[in-house]
């Protein structure tokens, strides 16, 4: 692999054909296949760059705090940019989910915090101090081991929360999913197509239905 006078490997594939392939195959085979697990490499470590510098422009925040539809400032502009430029034109829905930065994991003591800070005003004081002893309890005893153990389903999957919320949240739970989940589905906001209660809920069912559909072909943009 010579151009112009220079091997764009840096002499990589002439050591691989020199010490490995030419020991085992003809000396034309062997530079091929130099050059095929050059080029296999490369491509690796090109994709593995990508997928890296992905993981962290998906980690910026800044955009959260921009005007919907607007972009202020050069960081959101400049990020929106690079974004644009290592996804690609036309990507799927599920196309990039492997480098979304995963979820965080707070410690033992900020979760306690946020707990009383979340509960505060729904208790009087007496109510509160019960709490507060109950919560450091938590945590001089058992709440160490919850927490090691959370820690471990953390370095394991990708989201450690997701598959609990589904199976102890939202199945196992019997009351309505429209009025009771943070998912429901209207016909229409605006527009009421027909007055026949039963053709409203065949129209939101198969909605459901056209909907699901697209993601799982992934129609949906990202």
């Known amino acids: 692999l010579d151009t112009k006078g220079r091997d764009p490997s840096n002499g990589l594939i002439d050591w691989l ?11 034309d085979n062997s530079r091929t296949f130099a050059c095929l697990v050059f080029g296999s490499g490369t491509y690796v470590v ?6 890296y510098i992905l993981k962290n422009l998906f980690s910026y925040h800044g955009w959260m705090y921009q005007e919907h539809g607007k972009m202020s400032g050069i960081g959101p502009k400049v990020w929106g940019g ?12 599920y196309s990039y989910q492997s480098v979304l930065p995963t979820l965080p ?3 033992l003591d900020d ?4 707990y009383l800070r979340t509960i505060r005003p729904l208790c009087d004081d007496t109510e509160y101090r019960r709490m507060e002893v109950l919560a450091e309890d938590f945590r001089r005893t058992i709440g160490k081991k919850l927490q090691r153990y959370l820690w471990l389903k953390w370095l394991i999957s990708t989201n450690y929360v997701s598959d609990w919320w589904e199976k102890f949240v939202y199945l196992r739970g019997r009351s309505p999913i429209m009025v009771n989940s943070n998912f429901y589905g209207l016909d229409a906001a605006y527009i009421r197509p027909t007055t026949i209660q039963t053709a409203r809920g065949a129209n939101v069912v198969c909605a459901a239905f056209h909907y699901r559909s697209e993601l799982d072909h992934q129609e949906t943009k990202p």
């Open 111 to 114: 979760t306690l915090r946020r």
């Open 105 to 107: 994991l707070p410690n």
């Open 82 to 93: 690079l974004v644009k430029l290592f996804i690609g034109r036309n990507p799927s829905l």
């Open 17 to 27: 054909n020199s010490n490995i392939f030419s020991r085992y195959c003809a000396p």
């Open 46 to 51: 090109l994709i593995q760059i990508r997928q």
